[in-house]
């Protein structure tokens, strides 16, 4: 639990946190951005618990006193800052960092906080930090957690290194899904596919029983379209406006005529995102590639105009019978 060597992707910004500790060039604040289940935490925690490691390494040794500090969820030295409220107010940064900071560590070699949801700082929190920023303590080490750093000021984004956690390749994440999961190779593609590139995500997409149905139910009407008649066409437009916040339908529909396309052109499964589908998706593939190419048009335009909030209905009724079309 909790190794560099285990944490997937990113290895550059992995090896220039490795290489701060092994050079002994940590610096009193980093900013670690990424989007929502990116790995944010993970690779604080796995940071802090390195540095606070009594071996000294690069990775943590996982059996040291401090080490097991940290796994059992109580390490003394390891401080994590949260908002109480929506936002990451100056009172939480005085109660949480400030009153705190003055105080030497309990008996590891730094004292670390890390500060979730750090871009919801207010500007009066962020310049009540600042002037710890500036001169902080030699033992103390600032980790700031943020989906974007275009939260903060100026001179807090001078104080600190920013590291930026890139999306992984839909690849790697069905890699993750496979070997640490147990998937099937065709599930793990599907997943990562809606993953945007994020383990976690992923894993929320796992625990998600509404985009499970929601998929479901989408294949099935999408596949039966051809079919339909113009009134069923227009109940399930009508039904859609369920999904009017969730607009996961889109990305469920381009990427079936995708995969139709890829049937259609490559005549292979290799290169299938939905390879859990596939009997299905080769019988559906009937259309020639430009009308498949223009069907997953349609759904793109679809969501321009809804993104210009265009009427949702309508918007539906229009791209359904488009994609009826034959
Ligand atoms: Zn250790």
Redesign the pocket.
């Known amino acids: 639990m909790h190794s560099f060597s285990d944490i997937y992707g990113n290895a550059l910004l992995l090896r220039h946190l490795q290489q701060a500790v092994a050079g002994g060039r940590v610096s009193h604040a980093y900013l670690l951005t990424g989007s929502a289940g990116s790995g944010k935490r993970l690779i604080a925690d796995t940071f802090a618990?390195t540095l606070?490691?009594?071996?000294s390494g690069t990775e943590?040794?996982?059996?040291?006193k401090?080490?097991s500090a940290f796994d059992s969820g109580n390490h003394p030295d390891i401080v994590y800052v949260r908002p109480t409220k929506k936002t990451l107010g100056v009172d939480d940064v005085r109660e949480q960092i400030l009153e705190d900071v003055s105080l030497k560590q309990y008996r590891y070699r730094y004292k670390i906080y890390i500060v979730e949801q750090a871009d919801t700082m207010t500007v009066q929190a962020q310049n009540a930090l600042l002037k710890t920023l500036e001169e902080p303590p030699a033992y103390a080490v600032f980790l700031l957690l943020a989906e974007n750093q275009t939260a903060f000021l100026p001179t807090i984004l001078s104080r600190t290194v920013t590291l930026h956690i890139r999306p992984l390749p839909d690849t790697m994440v069905a890699d993750y899904l496979e070997k640490k999961k147990g998937l099937s190779p065709a599930d793990s593609a599907v997943y990562a596919a809606y993953a945007q590139g994020s383990i976690g995500q992923a894993l929320d997409l796992l625990e998600d029983e509404s985009f499970q149905q929601m998929r479901q139910e989408i294949l099935e009407k999408l596949m039966a379209l051809p079919q339909a008649k113009k009134g069923e066409v227009f109940l399930w437009a009508k039904d859609l406006e369920k999904y009017k916040d969730d607009l996961r339908f889109l990305d469920m529909m381009q990427l079936w005529y995708r995969d139709l396309l890829y049937a259609k052109r490559l005549r292979s499964e290799k290169d299938l995102i939905q390879k859990d589908k596939k009997a299905e998706i080769f019988r559906s593939a009937v259309e020639s590639e430009g009308e498949l190419a223009r069907k997953a048009a349609l759904i793109q335009r679809a969501r321009v105009q809804l993104a210009r909030n265009a009427n949702f209905r309508l918007t539906m009724e229009v791209m359904l019978l488009q994609l009826k079309e034959n």
């Open positions: 618990k606070q490691c009594e071996e943590p040794c996982g059996h040291c401090s080490c």
